[in-house]
């Protein structure tokens, strides 16, 4: 049975979840003890580093989380043993991402992770333990964690060990985490035993309204995080695929999204389009529900979910496309600023980045790529590319007589990603994109120069009163 009150509490991954949701935890619970632990030692390191920049992830207000309850209510280790051992209610935060081989390959995902932590728990946990899923999991995980658990609570040498599973999906979004953990729309908590619900919802009961802290059956739960990252990504792909219209009918997608997001029905939000939706869990997610939907024989709902992600990915190639046509049908040669690598504003995260499609496309045109982004470093544009950052390029990137077969450079600066560029390209929303002088950028770009505007961002007559070409996303003048 569990115990009347939580004490202890172990969270199993210090990524862009466990990180983040564990030091609002811990700064509105205070008297609460967390311990977040994970089995990849350098990020447990950047997360115990004394300089606060240098924190594994980037998330604005994150930092003063950590320098507030580190070390006082809250830790960082590679202690998983000790911590789960000692804990009342263990959270899985670990990565789920799409399985790559064997059954299920490109749309299942794979539960490797979670059931090595289920394991863990099931090897460690001593007395009763509440283990919370918090990583995104397909309908049904709770059943196979609960199978690992009861078979080592029938194995127990120490028959007091029990369990029970709860469901707690994050509906946190990166560059804006804080903030939506501090004010959620709604926690959502999944499971059977109503003791064990109730323990958890003291926990988010500290700062979130009762009215807000939603209870389900457990399967709901899980369903309802599926559902919730495929009803925004369908936003996302039905908004750009608008702009495609917009673009070849003369109308503005700013005016049509306005119009619409007016109904109350609809709503204004999550109706900007951009260069396409990217982040470590749309796609994911979306095709983790197509492989739920084939499994359970409905075809028909897969294939509807699927276009989701087929009309992104048509979206981000309809973007490089419309790139090298305007600059006269070739790229090849010419040197590109490009403007923002990450997913999104305000976050270090590139995964699923359109900027990776669209840079790739380029540099297969044979562009030569200056990349600039506030908080993405080299070392991961590299990775994420797959194209080696050729240092002696650097230099004569902007030495247009360099026929190179396409490749990309670093810009440490605005500035330098725009001298000698052909076109620029903004692919984040970063705040400083906006504040660009584009009268200094008409000195310094060759012309005729492009400005390619994928994220809306900019305010078209500053661009065009000094001089420059300008491409708007799903604006019908361009
Ligand atoms: P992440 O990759 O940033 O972090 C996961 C961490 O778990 C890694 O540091 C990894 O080393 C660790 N880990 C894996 N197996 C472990 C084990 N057995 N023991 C200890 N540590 C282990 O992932 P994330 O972005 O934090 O996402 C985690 C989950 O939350 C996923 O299911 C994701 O879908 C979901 N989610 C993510 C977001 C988001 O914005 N990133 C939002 C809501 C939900
Ligand atoms: C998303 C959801 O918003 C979260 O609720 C969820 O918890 C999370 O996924 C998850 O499960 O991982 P996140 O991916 O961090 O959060 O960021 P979003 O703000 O949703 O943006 C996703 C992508 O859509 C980004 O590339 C963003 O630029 C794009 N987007 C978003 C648009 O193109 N237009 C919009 O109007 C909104």
Redesign the pocket.
């Known amino acids: 049975m569990p115990s009347t009150e939580i004490k202890n509490i172990c969270c ?7 990180g983040p949701t564990m030091s609002v935890i811990a700064d509105k619970c205070p008297h609460l003890h967390i311990h977040v ?4 030692e350098q ?1 447990i390191k950047a997360w115990n580093s004394k300089n606060l920049q240098d924190l594994p992830i980037y998330e604005p207000g994150l930092d003063e989380k950590i320098k507030k309850c580190r070390d006082i209510n809250l830790y960082f280790s590679t202690e ?1 043993e000790k911590n789960i051992s000692n804990a009342d209610m263990v959270f899985i ?4 991402p799409t399985k790559t081989k064997g059954i299920g390959a490109g749309k299942a995902s794979d539960l490797k ?1 979670v059931e ?2 289920a394991r ?1 728990v099931s090897k460690y946990a001593s007395g009763h333990t509440i283990v919370v899923e ?4 397909p309908v049904k995980t709770a059943e196979v964690i609960k199978i690992i658990l009861e078979d080592a609570q029938l194995n127990s040498q120490n028959s007091k060990t029990t369990f029970d599973v709860l469901s707690n ?6 560059g804006s ?1 804080i903030e939506d953990l501090e004010n959620p729309d709604r926690v959502l908590i999944g499971g059977e035993n109503i003791e064990a619900i109730n323990l958890l919802s003291e926990i988010y009961l500290n700062w979130v309204a009762e009215e807000k802290i939603l209870h389900t059956n457990i399967w709901s739960s899980e369903l309802a995080k599926l559902t919730s990252n495929a009803f925004l990504a369908q936003r996302i792909s039905s908004i750009n695929s608008i702009s495609a219209i917009c673009e070849a009918t003369g109308a503005d997608v700013r005016e049509v999204s306005r119009a619409i997001g007016s109904d109350s029905r609809i709503g204004s939000k999550f109706l900007d389009s951009g260069p396409g939706f990217g ?3 749309f796609k ?2 979306i095709l983790n529900l197509v492989y739920l939907c084939e499994y359970f024989g409905l075809p028909e709902v897969a294939k509807f979910w699927e276009e989701v992600i087929e009309i992104n990915k048509w979206h981000q190639h309809r973007i490089s496309k419309l790139i090298v046509k305007k600059l006269f049908g070739t790229v090849s040669g010419k040197k590109i600023s490009i403007l923002g690598f990450a997913f999104k504003a305000n976050t270090n995260d590139t995964r699923e980045s359109a900027a990776i499609v669209i840079c790739k496309d380029l540099i297969e045109e044979g562009a030569l790529l200056s990349i600039h982004d506030p908080k993405v470093d080299k070392y991961q544009i590299e990775k994420d590319l797959g194209i080696k950052l050729n240092l002696n390029e650097e230099s004569k990137s902007e030495d247009h007589s360099y026929k190179s077969k396409g490749g990309w450079t670093y810009a440490p600066s605005i500035k330098k990603s725009l001298i000698g560029a052909d076109a620029s390209i903004i692919l984040t929303e970063w705040n400083e994109y906006g504040n660009i002088d584009w009268n200094m950028a008409k000195k310094i770009m060759r012309s005729p120069s492009w400005i390619f505007d994928a994220r809306s961002i900019l305010i078209p007559e500053k661009v065009k009163n000094a001089g420059l070409n300008l491409w708007r996303i799903g604006d019908g003048s361009n």
């Open positions: 199993i991954g210090a990524g862009y979840v466990g632990v994970d089995i990849d990020r998983i935060s670990v990565n789920t992770w090595a932590c863990q918090k990583s995104t999991l999906p994050e509906f946190l979004a990166e985490a982040g470590s869990c994911k997610d």
